[in-house]
């Protein structure tokens, strides 16, 4: 039987590209996207498939929006790049200024554009950094953060990362960047006698005490774990801001995958009613469609930019604020806006978490069920009782995918749990496809 096209066209790709998590067996048996239309990928055989990670969470508008096109094409017609340094910029990078000073957080209303997620990271730390400096306070540097995050993977950002597995190759790490336990209701062992909901955030408190205060810029956290679908305890950001405030530690959230609707509000925070200090954006910004990311600045942190005399921020990037860029962002959080899409995303939210629960939480090796808005994930287990894992080379968690896969459903995991971030332009009947397709397959890899 002659090879299929998808097949052949990864070993074309394979020799000459080295890919994000490059690793060839997993690589071999992927699929070349040549198509996408609304929530479906098509592959090079035809093959069509539900996107239910929405990319990496970012192709939330789905594929093939006209009005994102139009935007970028109309701008790199008018105006395809201007440097965005010191002295220059342009319209469409002003007009997205003034539309996320709108409705960021109420007190957030100055903004860097970077390209991603990770040079978001690393442009919240030096800017923690600089504050402090700008202050008066040089000596405090690190940056605590949780155990399990994400956060990226440039040099800074992976130190800030709590995911051991990225580390041993890049060894040493930066100094200055301490972790700590993050608020898994499913497995953090509240101490008895502790409050369950703040006893996760406690740990930061005491992180900085053993560090020293004065040694302290910055605590970053995603408020809702995109690795995982950890979802804090409902008192964990107001107990962190408390803290924060307590110790003059500057509270960064990472929104690049709960920025943008998916959770069911704008903003993540808002759920809990927190503000943060500096908030970090991507992915959703343009929906995917072109790299753009950013940090936002509260009130008082942007004030050191304005100190008379200031020195010059040595901080930038070729391609921040890019005409093209923004004009995508534009688009995005006016299609965003015009259809409703937060609302929706919280309506359908509750259709996938609820769907899951039904169509799972019977199985014996369903151990967790978890997520918030349309960020979920289902954690697979060994013994349901004392939530043992399967051993890793069972390899439990990439045969559901695999299985999911051919069953006509794409999305991502790690180790045994399964994420999923459908687009917030899913229709309820996809939601359904996803829920029931994964519930097949989990019961083909482990028979009840
Ligand atoms: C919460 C979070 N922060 C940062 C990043 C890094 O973004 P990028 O891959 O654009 O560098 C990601 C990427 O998945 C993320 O999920």
């Known amino acids: 039987m002659s090879q299929s096209l998808n097949a052949e066209l990864l070993e074309r790709d394979h020799r000459h590209l080295v890919h994000s998590l490059h690793n060839e067996a997993v690589h071999l048996a992927g699929n070349v996207w040549v198509r996408g239309e609304g929530t479906e990928l098509i592959d090079a055989d035809g093959k069509r498939y539900i996107d239910a990670m929405s ?11 006209r009005e994102l096109v139009d935007a970028a094409a109309k701008q790199m017609g008018e105006l395809a790049y201007a440097s965005g340094y010191a002295g220059s910029t342009n319209l469409r990078a002003l007009e997205l200024g003034e539309v ?46 949780l155990l399990g995050g994400y956060h990226g993977v440039t040099l800074a950002a992976m130190c800030a990362t709590g995911l051991p597995a990225y580390w041993p190759a890049f060894e040493p790490r930066m100094p200055g960047f301490v972790h700590i336990p993050n ?17 996760a955030a406690d740990e930061l408190e005491r992180a900085i005490l053993a560090e020293g ?23 964990y950001f107001r107990r962190i801001r408390e803290i924060c405030d307590k110790y003059d530690v500057l509270f960064a ?37 072109i790299a753009l990311g950013g940090i936002g600045m509260s009130d008082k942190v942007a004030a050191v930019f304005d100190r ?18 923004c004009a995508v962002a534009l688009a ?16 359908l939210g509750e259709r996938l978490q609820h769907g899951l629960r039904h169509a799972l939480a019977g199985h014996p090796h369903v151990g967790d069920i978890r997520g ?32 999911l896969r051919r069953l006509g459903v794409v999305t991502r995991g790690r180790g045994d749990t399964v994420y999923l971030g459908p687009a917030l332009v899913s229709d309820e009947a996809t939601i359904d496809r996803i829920v029931t397709t994964l519930a097949q397959a989990v019961t083909t890899v482990l028979p009840q």
Request: a neutral charge.
């Open 55 to 65: 990319g990496l969470w970012n192709v939330t508008l789905g594929y093939g929006r």
């Open 100 to 145: 996320l000073a709108e409705c960021v957080y109420p007190n957030i209303h100055r903004f860097f554009f970077t390209s991603g997620g990770g040079e978001s990271t690393d442009s919240t730390i030096k800017t923690a950094r600089y504050y402090w400096k700008a202050v008066g306070w040089p000596g405090k540097f690190k940056t605590i953060s």
């Open 183 to 199: 608020h898994d209701i499913y497995r953090y062992p509240v101490p008895p006698g502790a409050d369950p909901d703040t006893a």
């Open 213 to 235: 205060p004065e040694t302290v810029a910055l605590f970053i956290a995603e408020p809702v774990m995109g690795g995982g679908a950890y979802v804090p305890p409902a008192a």
């Open 253 to 289: 959230a990472d929104e690049v995958i709960t920025g943008f609707g998916r959770t069911g509000r704008l903003f993540a925070l808002d759920h809990w009613g927190v503000t943060p200090d500096l908030v970090q954006f991507a992915k959703g910004i343009t929906s995917g469609y």
């Open 308 to 325: 008379p005399g200031a020195d010059t921020w040595m901080h930038c990037y070729t391609y921040s604020g890019h005409p093209v860029a």
């Open 332 to 347: 995005a959080i006016e299609v965003v806006r015009r259809e409703g899409l937060v609302a929706r995303a919280a309506v």
């Open 372 to 403: 918030l808005g349309l960020i979920a994930a289902v954690e697979l287990v060994q013994d349901r009782s004392r939530k043992t894992s399967f051993d890793a080379a069972r390899k439990i968690g990439p045969q559901v995918l695999s299985e």
